[in-house]
């Protein structure tokens, strides 16, 4: 199976400060059909996950423009450009070009 | 809207079967793969398994494979998960999901426990 690994796993951020979130891979995420299929989930507390990123640089609809993401191969980054109050909660990234797809070990986002 | 709506969750003794469903509205949901996944409490999210639109491929990971049986019935825009042979590593919210999750349900607790 392919490894997930994020770092850090507690991030504590200043309200207005930039965050960033690193993710790599076991192996290359390029798919036979060309894509890289590495998502980003954000899962505020007591909620559902909800994707932020797809194919390592799309955002999601109603996502807002705060959020990117970035990277190739095996190495990938979640950035905040201001993180807000509700952008707590934990955040997962997840390959989906070999199944099983997994999910990195989550990085829990708090607020100094 | 896209909605998807989990049902089924409950406890059970080890042993036991469950089957969850999940209905889905605002799509159309013979076009799309969908995806069971699942989070024990206090845990990271794991997939559990997907089916292709028409139900011709069906993918487990392997702690669920000869237990678990993902189906679909794209006439009622509904997806299922028969669960079998359950034990407390099964124990979770489970998800149902849009592709490569695009679209979470509210998810539906299964609890495995004597």
């Known amino acids: 199976d392919v490894v997930m690994t994020q770092s850090p796993l507690s991030l504590p951020v200043t309200l207005g400060q930039p965050a960033s979130i690193s993710c790599r891979s076991s192996q290359s995420l390029v798919h036979r059909d060309g894509n890289t299929y590495l998502n980003w989930f954000q899962q505020r507390p007591g909620q559902s996950p909800r994707r932020l990123i797809y194919?390592?640089?799309n955002r999601d609809s109603g996502v807002p423009d705060r959020f990117s993401g970035s990277g190739s191969g095996t190495d990938f980054t979640l950035e905040i450009s201001r993180v807000e109050a509700e952008d707590v909660g934990v955040y997962y990234c997840?390959?989906?070009?070999?199944?099983?797809?997994?999910f990195g070990q989550g990085t829990n986002l708090e607020i100094k | 809207e896209v909605q998807l709506v989990e049902s089924g969750g409950g406890l059970v003794q080890p042993g036991g079967s469950l089957r969850l469903s999940c209905a889905a509205s605002?799509?159309?949901?013979?076009?799309?793969?969908m995806t069971w996944g699942r989070q024990a409490p206090g845990k990271g999210l794991e997939w559990v398994a997907n089916i292709k639109h028409d139900g011709t491929e069906k993918y487990y990971v392997d702690s669920v494979k000869g237990r678990f049986t993902i189906s679909r019935d794209n006439a009622k825009n509904s997806l299922f998960l028969q669960m079998n042979s359950l034990g407390a590593g099964d124990t979770a919210v489970y998800y149902c999901?849009?592709?490569?999750?695009?679209?979470w349900g509210q998810g539906t607790l299964v609890t495995v426990s004597s």
């Open positions: 605002g799509l159309t949901f013979s076009d799309y793969w």
């Open positions: 997840m390959q989906g070009t070999q199944w099983p797809w997994t």
């Open positions: 194919k390592v640089s």
């Open positions: 999901t849009i592709g490569r999750g695009y679209n």
